[in-house]
Structure formats: C-alpha cells, structure tokens
C-alpha cells in the first residue's frame, strides 16, 4: 500500500480550530477578556498622566498666585514711595518758599 501525502498545511489549522460552540464561545471570551484587560491598562496609564498633568497645573497656578500676590505687594510698595516722594517734594517747595529761595 503506497505511503499517503502529508496533509495540507490548513488542516492541522482546522484540526486545531474549536470545533463545539462552547469552545467557540470559551476562546471568545478569553479573547474580550484580554482585550479588556488591555484596555484596562491603557486607561489606567493615561489616568495616570492625566493625574500628573493636574498635579503640575496646580503647582503652576500656585506659583502664579504667589507671582501676583508679590507684584501686588511691589506695587503697593512703588505707590507708597510715589506717595512719599510728593509729600517730601511739596515739603521741599513749601521749606522754599518761606525761606524765599
């Protein structure tokens, strides 16, 4: 009796292939399964990022709160010298005028 041909490569495919419907429905699921578990995973780690991200705006919106409060106070501090160097310059021309210079 002659030696029969190897099968076809797509044989062992199909042999290989779930072949019940609880099989199918068992290699389904673990494939959502994993794909969910991956999806997961990328969520979490743009969640992460995100999460990051809001940290260093708020450090930022600190930083610019303190920023302002400063130019706040300098300029506060600018407006009382203006103040004071008006009164010293009225005090000057008054001190002239009754000295008569």
């Not at 076809?8 to 673990?30: F, G, H, M, N």
């Not at 991200?53 to 930022?60: D, L, R």
């Not at 709160?65 to 008054?94: D, F, Q, Y």
């Amino acid at each position: 009796m002659p030696a029969l041909p190897p099968p076809p490569p797509y044989a062992a495919q199909v042999s290989e292939a779930p072949r019940t419907l609880d099989e199918q429905i068992s290699a389904l699921t673990a494939t959502i399964a994993e794909m969910q578990r991956q999806t997961t995973t990328r969520l979490s780690g743009i969640e992460k990022r995100l999460g990051e991200q809001m940290e260093k705006m708020q450090a930022q919106e600190t930083k610019m709160e303190g920023l302002v409060g400063e130019t706040k106070s300098v300029a506060e501090v600018a407006r009382w010298c203006a103040v004071m160097a008006l009164h010293i310059l009225v005090a000057l021309g008054v001190m002239a005028f009754l000295n008569g210079v």
